[in-house]
């Protein structure tokens, strides 16, 4: 007897085939979007969580310079040199100019003819314009004495001609713990220093620009105040309020003040925030801010509030608002940039004070 056996094969035909690979492709397109979107996710809100970092670390240098406006100063301010060649501007470093104008000139200190160095200065629309349509930005410029320097250590005597301020140590020993020629904290090419003395029993307070660094290894120290300053404080030609009407004062005291200014640069292409001190080179603080605008709050005599962008009175300003300070992300995303806009007010210093008790 022959017995035969019969195979039968089975497999997936072409249909089952296409269905199957159909699925899968669906599968994995899922997978893939779904882990883009995750992709995508995590990168909005990284880059979120660095743009909020950076603007707040911003804000929190703006808010500590203001709230500091006028430590150290006599109240109200400090007149500056009248009667000169030109008038002193804040704005440029001893080799270019970064605000006012375009080409940039520097910014001349209110007051006219009779400039003033307030506590606070005030720049409505006088940074540049970041966004088409948009106004231009706004400037903010603060003034506060350096406390921490040993200042009391040492005593003023100018020569002749006023140029040229020689610092010389009050007692010896002890020799100071900083040494005016310190290279971190001591005096340099830039600085802004005020003189104070006594004029017929009244104290006057006048303004320099130190034009070279302090050098020696022990006092006294010559601290070179040239005429050809780059802010135009050290005036030999001017006729009020300048170092050569403290020529013949003894007595004098010293003090480094620092001049802040806060501005909006566009000149590499990103927008950055900048901060400059004195005739010092500025600073970035952060990358990518394409708004700053104040207002302020101002009290008058009567104890009427009002708000101003530009106060006519510098001191009657009681509140400083930081209206915008806008950031943007570094990265064009699939929907746009995206954007961080924070507000807040800051109380400053009674800027009229009057000392009724002398």
Not at 280 to 291: G, K, L, M, R, Y
Not at 337 to 356: C, E, G, H, L, P
Request: hydrophobic fraction near 40%.
């Amino acid at each position: 007897m022959t017995v035969k056996f019969r195979r039968t094969e089975k497999g997936y035909t072409l249909m089952e085939l296409l269905i199957a690979m159909a699925l899968g492709l669906v599968v994995v397109g899922a997978a893939v979007q779904l882990f883009s979107r995750s992709m995508d996710a995590t990168f909005l809100v990284t880059q979120r969580a660095e743009m909020q970092q950076d603007v707040r670390a911003a804000e929190n240098m703006l808010v500590k310079d203001i709230s500091l406006a006028g430590a150290g100063l006599p109240p109200g301010g400090v007149a500056l040199a009248t009667g000169g060649a030109k008038k002193p501007i804040y704005g440029c470093d001893q080799n270019k100019c970064y605000i006012g104008g375009s080409p940039a000139t520097g910014v001349a200190f209110p007051g006219g003819s009779s400039p003033y160095m307030y506590w606070m200065t005030t720049g409505w629309r006088l940074g540049p314009v970041v966004n088409t349509g948009q106004p231009a930005t706004d400037i903010i410029s603060v003034v506060q004495g350096d406390t921490a320097f040993p200042w009391a250590d040492y005593q003023v005597a100018l020569n002749s001609t006023s140029t040229t301020g020689t610092v010389t140590l009050v007692s010896s020993p002890p020799l100071p713990v900083i040494k005016l020629s310190d290279q971190a904290y001591g005096l340099k090419t830039g600085d802004l220093v005020m003189l104070t003395g006594k004029v017929s029993g009244n104290t006057v307070s006048v303004i320099g620009e130190v034009t070279g660094n302090v050098t020696g290894t022990a006092p006294p120290y010559s601290v070179s105040f040239a005429a050809t300053d780059a802010l135009g404080f050290n005036q030999s030609a001017a006729t009020s309020n300048a170092l050569v009407q403290m020529k013949n004062l003894t007595g004098l005291s010293i003090m480094r003040i620092s001049l802040i200014t806060y501005y909006i640069s566009t000149t590499t292409g990103t927008p950055t925030l900048m901060r400059q001190v004195n005739g010092q080179t500025p600073s970035p603080v952060a990358e990518n801010v394409i708004d700053l605008s104040f207002n302020y709050d101002t009290y008058d005599d009567t104890g009427t509030r009002m708000n101003y962008a530009s106060p006519a009175n510098l001191n009657q300003i009681r509140k400083v608002n930081i209206a915008h300070l806008t950031a943007r992300s570094e990265i064009h995303g699939a929907k746009g940039y995206q954007t961080m806009d924070i507000q807040t007010s800051v109380s400053a210093r009674n800027m009229s004070f009057k000392n009724r008790y002398q």
